[in-house]
């Protein structure tokens, strides 16, 4: 889950130096011990500290247990942020990116609705109210928060990013890539985009484009397990199979429940005609993602040249149960998109 905002405190004149530190302490986030003890500090003054500094205090250790993985004081305190400040647009925001981070979408978007209603004149709510949208797979509507969140911030490279993979994920590629191409030239350390561009241009089966994008995100640290699995494809379809199984060991390594890497790697063992090294692969991913008919087809192909036909039969049999594509055809892998979120600090107010 993303970061949310964390808001900068406003630090009174009449504070004390050790006071002033606490604020300061509260207000980073590089080192989260230090930030929950300046926080819950400044909590703790009661009446002695303004509402609006209390609530951010609040907000802010929030997000500091949310970073540390402890979800349940998180959202406590997010809740206690807006139950002394109900004008909080940061916490509504911060609780929403919680509720979506949970694929609690109605409640994720109620918030966000209501850090709009406080304000609407802020880009972030509703990109993150369209990265809501769109895990529903409404795509009208996250697109259409997306185009609000760049009319307010034209400059908002998350907001390109998102919007493309939802163009992507609606089939509208062309556009997708544009978006990809807007955050680029607004971030051009944009790894997320140059992954997603990739995914992009993948789909477009413009190798050469992919592969290049996926080079960059890998040098400028998008070192994540899709990425790694996403150029295994491109490397697979060039014919390339030592180098696809390079990059899909790489992904696994990354994520070792990654059933999609398992079977690419398994499926480009069998196109190298290396059956008994697929196999066990070929397993692992059935065993991962029993509800998939592409694991099934490739352990059942796998099965088939090694001869044991009968389990080969069954195999093939449930993928043709399982599918829900249109034809028979099949691809490595379904490509997936990296979305980002917006956490703020709670906005500072007089």
């Not at 109210?129 to 529903?136: D, E, F, Q, T, V």
């Not at 995914?199 to 040098?219: C, G, M, P, V």
Request: proline share 3%; net charge neutral; glycine share 8%.
């Amino acid at each position: 889950m993303a970061r949310p905002l964390i808001v900068a405190l406003a630090v009174a004149v009449s504070l004390s130096g050790a006071w002033a530190d606490r604020y300061s302490d509260c207000d980073q986030d590089a080192d989260l011990d230090r930030q929950m003890r300046g926080c819950t500090e400044i909590v703790e003054r009661n009446n002695q500290e303004s509402v609006s500094n209390r609530a951010a205090a609040y907000n802010n250790r929030g997000l500091a247990y949310s970073d540390n993985g402890e979800f349940d004081r998180a959202i406590a305190d997010f809740n206690n942020a807006i139950a002394l400040d109900p004008e909080d647009i940061a916490a509504y925001n911060n609780r929403g990116e919680y509720y979506r981070g949970r694929g609690e979408y109605g409640r994720a978007i109620a918030d966000y609705n209501r850090a709009i209603a406080i304000n609407s004149t802020f880009a972030f709510p509703y990109n993150n109210r369209g990265l809501a949208y769109r895990s529903k797979g409404d795509y009208g509507r996250a697109i259409a928060d997306y185009d609000k969140a760049l009319a307010l911030d034209p400059k908002y490279a998350k907001a390109y990013n998102n919007r493309g993979i939802a163009y992507k994920e609606r089939g509208d590629i062309d556009r997708a890539i544009a978006d990809f191409g807007e955050a680029l030239a607004l971030h051009p350390e944009h790894a997320d985009a140059y992954s997603n561009r990739g995914s992009a241009y993948l789909k477009k089966d413009e190798l050469s484009h992919a592969l290049a994008d996926f080079d960059r995100a890998i040098a400028i640290g998008r070192n994540d397990a899709r990425t790694y699995n996403n150029r295994g494809i491109v490397h697979h379809k060039q014919g390339d199979y030592n180098r696809a199984i390079a990059d899909y060991t790489m992904a696994i390594e990354i994520k070792p429940d990654y059933a999609r890497a398992y079977n690419n790697r398994a499926w480009t063992y069998l196109k190298l005609g290396k059956f008994e090294l697929g196999l066990p692969d070929a397993e692992r991913a059935v065993e991962l993602a029993p509800n998939d008919s592409t694991m099934f087809d490739t352990r059942g192909r796998i099965y088939l040249a090694l001869g044991r036909r009968q389990e080969a039969a069954t195999d093939l049999k449930r993928a043709v149960l399982l599918k829900t594509g249109p034809d028979g055809s099949r691809e490595p892998l379904h490509q997936l998109g990296v979305s980002s979120g917006t956490h703020e600090k709670r906005l500072p107010r007089n």
